[in-house]
């Protein structure tokens, strides 16, 4: 017997049809995707909606593997470097290994191939852009290239350089550049050059929240200043200045700091001095990790080359050997050849020359 629901009371009547059964895959589907998502893994639509900025990076779940690279390429690993993986590096005395790119595809190989940190350089002025030296370049030509190579790096750390007259003026040109880097090209990080009052320009950027890679000894910004491009601190007086200015760096916030023609004995000594990595170029083997530039490993800079500069392939033989045998087809009419051809039915070619025919076609049928 039913209770008496008070005076005003809405009864609700009991639901007696049946409910409509559920497909035990589907439900089996959603609950793997939501297994799925409480393990930091997102669905492609939902990835893309969240995943913006100039220079889209995909992420790969735990387990899965960027199709493009091997665990061979990688030393074994595919895990996204990042500030913490490079700090972990220094301490396991693994090398990192930095290279330098200035468009998509370049970044894209360097990505495929294993490098650790993939770099935008204002050296672009001299190796890409066609000026004498790095002086020339400026914010807007290193917003477009550090962008389009940002677009090919999706498992290195990429990092972009503020060009002479970018943060020299004042910490807030310092600040205001870096941040366009950040935004308008997708650095996750930027290097500066010099110590000395340029320690003011770290302490900015760092406390902007920007991760900052510092740059002492050869630094070619200054080279006028500093006599030419010579090796740096080799007398014991300015290399106890290149060891002061490396300790105001990391003090300053900067993550790493490039080493570039310093005595191999006086970078090992700053290396061994500093909880941050050091990043050689010309400064012996016991830097925590090398870089070079992409136009120089790879030989496509030919004639006079720095004494710190080793080739590992030929590209611009390789290059020229291809142009040539592209020019000698195309002049022999070799290239194209029937593989590279596409091709209609005889009887819609026969139309066509029917379509075609004199008297037929006037210059009306063109408007």
Same mark, same amino acid.
């Given at each position: ?33 939501? &297994? ?18 100039? +220079? &889209? &990076? ?26 913490? !993986? ?23 190989? #360097? ?40 677009? %090919? $790096? ?17 910490? !807030?040109?310092?600040?205001?550049? #870096?941040?366009?880097? *950040?935004?308008? +090209?997708? =650095? !996750?990080? *930027?290097?500066? !050059? ?19 890679? %510092? ?20 007398? =014991? ?13 990391? =003090? ?18 700053? $290396? ?20 070079? *530039? ?8 030919? %004639? ?14 390789? $290059? ?13 009419? $070799? ?33």
């Amino acid at each position: 017997m039913r209770a008496a629901l008070p005076s005003g009371t809405l009864e609700i009547e009991p639901r007696t049809e049946e409910l409509p059964r559920v497909d035990p895959k589907l439900t089996r589907a959603f609950c793997r995707r939501g &297994r799925r998502e409480d393990k930091g893994y997102l669905p492609r639509w939902r990835r893309d909606a969240t995943d913006f900025g100039p +220079a &889209r &990076r995909p992420r790969f779940p735990a387990g899965c593997h960027n199709p493009r690279m091997s665990n061979a390429d990688t030393g074994g690993d595919d895990t996204r470097i990042g500030l913490a !993986e490079l700090a972990q590096m220094k301490r396991d005395s693994r090398p990192i290994v930095m290279v330098t790119a200035y468009d998509h595809p370049s970044a894209r190989l #360097a990505d495929e191939a294993g490098v650790d940190i993939v770099f935008t350089g204002d050296s672009a002025a001299n190796n890409v852009l066609g000026y004498a030296d790095t002086t020339p370049i400026g914010m807007d030509e290193m917003v477009m290239l550090s962008a389009a190579a940002r677009r %090919g $790096t999706h498992r290195a750390f990429f990092m972009a350089d503020l060009p002479l007259g970018a943060f020299q003026v004042s910490d !807030e040109d310092a600040v205001r550049n #870096a941040l366009r880097l *950040v935004k308008e +090209a997708g =650095a !996750e990080a *930027v290097k500066i !050059e010099g110590a000395g009052p340029m320690v003011s320009r770290a302490r900015a950027i760092v406390g902007a929240g920007i991760p900052l890679m %510092g740059h002492i000894g050869l630094t070619p910004q200054s080279v006028t200043m500093l006599g030419g491009y010579k090796a740096q601190g080799r007398t =014991a007086a300015k290399a106890r200045q290149l060891f002061a200015d490396a300790l105001a760096l990391q =003090a300053a916030g900067c993550f790493a700091i490039v080493l570039e023609a310093v005595p191999d004995r006086v970078a090992m000594r700053i $290396t061994e001095a500093l909880r941050i990595p050091t990043i050689g170029i010309g400064a012996g083997a016991q830097c925590d990790g090398q870089v070079l *530039v992409w136009h120089d490993l790879l030989g496509i800079n030919e %004639g006079f080359a720095p004494k710190f500069v080793k080739r590992f392939a030929g590209v611009a033989e390789e $290059t020229r050997r291809g142009l040539k045998s592209f020019a000698a087809e195309v002049r022999a009419r $070799t290239y194209p050849a029937d593989e590279h051809t596409y091709h209609m039915t005889d009887a819609e070619y026969a139309l066509f020359e029917a379509e075609i025919a004199p008297g037929v076609l006037v210059a009306d049928d063109w408007l």
